[in-house]
C-alpha cells in the first residue's frame, strides 16, 4: 500500500523569505503522479503543482516549484517570495497512474507567514 | 468560488437524526469524490463515482449512503452517526476517475458536528 508522509506538522516563514515544505511517499509503482494541495483557512483546497513521476524535470508554477527526487522517494515543495496569502494548510498526495481516482494524501503542513 | 458547491456548510446533528449532504460541480466533469477530513488525520477517500457509477467504497460503514443521481451532483445521506463522525466532509470532482493522474477540484466542505 502507498503511503505519504509529512514529518513537519506546523512551519512559520517570514513575508518574502523562501520556505520548503517536506514529503515522502512509499510505493512500488514505478509511473504515478504527485500532487501539492493548498488548504486556506476556512477555504476551498486548491491545487498547487502537479509532478508525473517519469517526467525528471521538476514542476514550476511561479512561486512554487518542487524537488522531486524519485529514487529517495521525497517531492518537497519549495514557496519562493512567502506572501501572507500563502498561510494555509499544505498537503502532498499520490496518486497511480492506473488507478481509479484514489489520491492518498499525507498529515498536512501548517504554514504561517508572518509579516 | 463556484466550481464545486457543498450545502451546508455547516451540519449539527443527533445520533438519531437523518440528514443529507449535497455536492454540486460546474465544471462539466464526470467524476465525483467524497473525503472526510478529520483532526490530527490525513483526509481519506470514502467513495469515488465516475459516470454516476460507483467505482470505489474505501470501507466506509453502511451509516453513509452516497447516491449520484448524474454527474454534476453527489449526495451523502446520514444515518444513525456517531460523535466520532464529526469531521469536515469534502466533495471533489475530476474530468474522469480513470484518467491518468487528474487533477482533482474541491468544494468547501460541510462541517458536520454529530452530538
Known amino acids: 500500500a502507498q503511503t505519504v508522509t509529512q514529518s513537519q506538522p506546523e512551519m512559520s516563514v517570514q513575508e518574502a523569505e523562501t520556505v520548503t515544505l517536506s514529503c515522502t511517499y512509499d510505493t512500488s509503482e514505478s509511473n504515478y503522479y504527485l500532487f501539492w494541495y493548498k488548504q486556506p483557512p476556512s477555504r476551498q483546497m486548491i491545487l498547487v503543482i502537479r509532478q508525473e513521476a517519469y517526467k525528471q524535470q521538476n514542476a514550476t508554477e511561479n512561486r512554487f516549484s518542487v524537488n522531486f527526487q524519485k529514487a529517495a522517494k521525497s517531492f518537497s515543495l519549495k514557496i519562493s517570495d512567502s506572501q501572507l496569502g500563502d498561510t494555509a494548510m499544505y498537503f502532498c498526495a499520490f496518486m497511480k497512474s492506473s488507478n481509479t481516482g484514489k489520491l492518498i494524501f499525507g498529515q498536512g503542513t501548517t504554514l504561517q507567514v508572518k509579516p | 468560488e463556484t466550481g464545486v458547491t457543498q450545502t451546508p456548510r455547516h451540519l449539527v446533528m443527533g445520533m438519531t437524526n437523518k440528514k443529507s449532504l449535497k455536492c454540486e460541480q460546474h465544471?462539466?466533469?464526470?467524476?465525483m469524490y467524497w473525503y472526510k477530513q478529520s483532526a490530527k488525520k490525513p483526509l481519506e477517500l470514502m467513495f469515488v463515482y465516475n459516470f454516476k457509477e460507483q467505482t470505489e467504497n474505501n470501507s466506509v460503514p453502511s451509516r453513509f449512503s452516497p447516491e449520484c443521481p448524474n454527474s454534476s451532483h453527489l449526495f451523502l445521506h446520514l444515518h444513525t452517526l456517531q460523535p466520532e463522525d464529526s469531521a469536515l466532509y469534502l466533495c471533489a470532482s475530476s474530468w474522469t476517475s480513470g484518467g491518468v493522474g487528474e487533477t482533482q477540484y474541491f468544494g468547501p466542505g460541510t462541517r458536520l458536528l454529530v452530538l
Open positions: 465544471l462539466g466533469h464526470n467524476a
